[in-house]
């Protein structure tokens, strides 16, 4: 039997060469497919309070399992430093994420502190965080007095007994949908609630889903089940795709296809034709956008990842607590982001077997954010 190799933290990352010369960031840095650095994804903790089936298997992530000790993790004067520099380069739009971002201890001060940056335009940035909603009623408030300006909220079934078996740890839906509303009432939208689709698990629950948050504020979003690390056993027969999700919802509820917010958008946008707001759809399996991508992440213990699908990052931890300056940082980043060509979606393959067609291992979605 094959021994299967699980690469919850990526120990491979070296610290990124400092270009010997280097210019001041202008906002205008693309990739070797033309693509600007848009969207900063930063995972604040690799912890999580839920075991979700295709996130977080509690078969990997057992009571055993080794979190990163507290030394290991960025803090916040760190985060901020680098995404002072991602900033400098062109991002417009921080979103936190984990793990469980809401168990950070003081997570408002970081926000509060991000909240003080500004684009090169002298905007202020587009600040949001996904979380599971597990402690989002009672932390909605302050998220919105930190500076918070939206949330996304983690909900892949309306029947209690298929959401419970799916987080894997007993959470009731009724708990996330108060933490949904309680966002709605401090100011924190529009909310957009993620579904993740996985075939025979949760797919009957599409329809209940879409006739809830039908007729209210929030956008219901539907993801296809992704091959993200190792862990959550993937295979091709477990992905619904969304244009299959898009025509049971437009079969009850007509749908009409409306452009994107903006380029690079992850989510196809619908309508509902009666005016009862919005849904959207995300296809990295079947739909890939990867010439669109105009993100980075930043993990848990300040590795930057090129892509969502990576196999090993690019320590900048080490360069900060090396004494690097913020020129020597941004050059790094710069550099990074020139040298990118990750299109992993746009190039899987797919075996005869269903399974994913790539040998490398990739590094687990709960370590550097969705």
């Known amino acids: 039997m094959t021994e299967k190799i699980i690469l919850l933290h990526d120990g491979r990352s070296r610290p990124p060469a400092i270009p010997a010369a280097f210019e001041a960031p202008t906002g205008e840095l693309r990739d070797r497919l033309a693509r600007p650095l848009r969207d900063l994804r930063i995972s604040i903790t690799d912890r999580c309070n839920f075991r979700c089936v295709y996130c977080m298997p509690k078969e990997v992530f057992d009571k055993d399992y080794q979190y990163l000790p507290h030394s290991s993790l960025l803090t916040f004067e760190e985060i901020t430093r680098l995404a002072r520099q991602f900033v400098a380069h062109g991002v417009e739009k921080i979103r936190l994420t984990g793990g469980e971002p809401l168990l950070r201890k003081n997570i408002e001060r970081l926000i509060e502190m991000l909240t003080a940056l500004r684009t090169v335009d002298g905007k202020p940035l587009d600040l949001t965080l996904t979380t599971n909603g597990s402690l989002l009623a009672r932390k909605a408030k302050s998220l919105k007095a930190a500076g918070l300006q939206r949330v996304t909220v983690s909900l892949d079934a309306l029947d209690d007994a298929t959401f419970r078996a799916m987080n894997d740890v007993d959470f009731a839906v009724a708990d996330v949908l108060e933490g949904i509303e309680a966002a709605h009432d401090a100011g924190l939208g529009p909310i957009k609630v993620n579904m993740v689709v996985k075939a025979g698990t949760n797919e009957q629950e599409i329809l209940p889903m879409a006739r809830h948050f039908h007729g209210t504020p929030h956008i219901l979003r539907f993801i296809e089940f992704m091959d993200v690390g190792a862990s959550n056993g993937w295979n091709m027969k477990d ?20 452009d994107p917010n903006y380029t690079g958008e992850t989510a196809a946008r619908w309508r509902y034709a009666d005016g009862g707001g919005e849904v959207g759809v995300i296809s990295s399996v079947t739909q890939a956008f990867c010439r669109d991508c105009t993100r980075a992440r930043l993990s848990t213990e300040g590795k930057l990842y090129t892509c969502l699908f990576a196999t090993q990052g690019h320590d900048l931890r080490a360069l900060l607590r090396d004494g690097h300056s913020d020129e ?4 790094a980043v710069g ?6 060509g990750d299109r992993y979606s746009e190039l899987r393959t797919i075996n005869t077997d269903g399974l994913s067609g790539s040998a490398a291992r990739k590094v687990e979605m709960s370590y550097i954010g969705g």
């Open 239 to 258: 992905v619904i795709p969304s244009a299959e999700i898009v025509r049971r919802i437009h079969a009850e509820l007509p749908l009409v296809q409306v």
């Open 328 to 331: 020597e940082l941004a050059a």
């Open 335 to 340: 550099a990074l982001w020139q040298a990118r």
